[in-house]
């Protein structure tokens, strides 16, 4: 099982950045994507996650209406958009399928003020 995140980078506030997780080693379309952050200094925390059907969830209140979650089962990726960045939203974003215990290796997303 292999999870790719790309996307990353450096961004000024307000600004919008795409992240895609390709996903291969298991079956497209058959378990849930979910999608972690952590910043500096913090502890890692779940962002959200998406359904095999498509339907994604936020924990973060802080990204909700500015995030969305979304994947393409013909190709086995999952998307992070992400719109209105904020400093705030500086770290290392992490996709992975909970199931499988299998986590990319992150990329980054530096946003500045």
């Known amino acids: 099982v292999q999870l790719v995140e790309s996307g990353g980078g450096l961004v000024q506030s307000g600004k919008s950045l795409t992240l895609s997780c390709a996903g291969s080693?298991?079956?497209?379309?058959?378990?849930?994507f979910g999608w972690d952050r952590q910043a500096p200094g913090r502890s890692r925390e779940k962002i959200g996650f998406i359904t095999t059907s498509g339907q994604p969830t936020y924990i973060i209140d802080s990204v909700r209406g500015r995030f969305t979650i979304s994947r393409d089962n013909t190709t086995n990726t999952a998307y992070l958009q992400m719109n209105n960045l904020k400093p705030e939203d500086t770290a290392v974003y992490y996709c992975?399928?909970?199931?499988?215990?299998?986590w990319g290796q992150g990329t980054q997303v530096t946003v500045s003020s």
């Open positions: 080693g298991f079956p497209s379309g058959t378990y849930i």
């Open positions: 992975g399928v909970p199931a499988l215990g299998a």
